[in-house]
């Protein structure tokens, strides 16, 4: 992006505008190694700490990763294309597909980590299934990843009472996943609703999901419901924001 004597934009601001509209052209594609710290310096007459400055912001956004001895480059992770209405359709889940078979297409998805536990509901957790004091939950907790690259974690919690000794507390629930699972038990899901909101990541969470310093993540909460409003899961999910794009198609 050419600048002007007016452009009061900070130095490092305007280099990383150039470096991402030259991504976005096509001038450099995903894998191709950016200009370093040097080059930068050399090419725009700034200082060490404003190249620097600069490559951070684009790693910041997701746009470009650094591997360590070899420079930054643009990342080659192709956005997740969440399909928020498709996914949870009952023609999906209901014959016996993942919901995700809505986003990933032809991409390969690994849950490498899966644990199932029951555990006394937590007070927020517990009012919203309505349950009863002391009412203990079967919690699931997963992480989803795509192509080689962590871009999810899960925990769902479900009534013991609904899910004991069903698929659902073992660590593989079978076909249709637990979706399914409670339909067979005669607690078929019939209405969702997801609540979404974003913010920083903790310590822990950017370690899970493989994310730099300044990747924001998706925070979204699930609660699945079945006849009469029964709430029978609360699914709270935490996404890479750089790896995913919400998609939400309905009629006016």
């Given at each position: ?15 990383a505008?150039?470096?991402?509209e ?13 200009p ?9 007459g ?5 190249a ?6 684009l ?9 360590k001895g ?16 498709q ?6 889940w ?5 919901i ?6 032809n991409?390969?998805?690994v ?5 199932v536990s ?6 927020g957790?517990g009012s919203?299934?309505?349950?009863g004091?002391g009412e ?10 795509l ?7 899960a ?6 009472s609904v899910?004991a ?5 073992q660590e ?6 637990t ?6 038990l ?7 609703r997801?609540e979404?909101r ?11 999901l ?16 079945a006849?009469?409003?029964?709430p ?5 999910m ?9 998609e939400?198609d309905?009629?006016?």
């Open positions: 992006m050419a600048s002007t004597d007016n452009d009061r934009r900070p130095k490092y601001q305007r280099i505008d150039s470096l991402r030259a991504i976005q052209s096509g001038e450099y594609g995903p894998g191709d190694r950016l370093g710290e040097n080059e930068l310096m050399a090419a725009h700034v200082a060490r700490m404003t620097r400055q600069a490559l951070s912001v790693k910041a956004e997701g746009v470009a990763e650094a591997r070899a420079g930054v480059f643009v990342r080659a992770f192709r956005p997740l294309r969440r399909r928020g209405i996914r949870l359709a009952q023609e999906q209901g014959s016996g597909r993942s995700w078979s809505a986003d990933i297409e991409r390969t998805l849950v490498d980590q899966v644990t029951e555990e006394h509901a937590p007070e957790i919203v299934l309505e349950l004091d203990s939950v079967c919690v699931r907790r997963r992480r989803f990843v192509d080689g690259k962590p871009v999810l974690l925990t769902s919690y479900l009534p013991t899910v000794g069903s698929a659902i507390t593989d629930t079978g076909p249709g996943g979706y399914a699972r409670l339909a067979e005669g607690y078929k899901p019939v209405h969702f997801e979404i974003s913010r920083m990541p903790t310590r822990d969470e950017a370690d899970q493989s994310i730099s310093a300044g990747t924001p993540v998706i925070l979204i909460c699930r609660t699945a419901f006849d009469e409003g029964r029978v899961e609360i699914n709270e935490t996404l890479d924001a750089a790896s995913y794009i919400l939400y309905f009629d006016a």
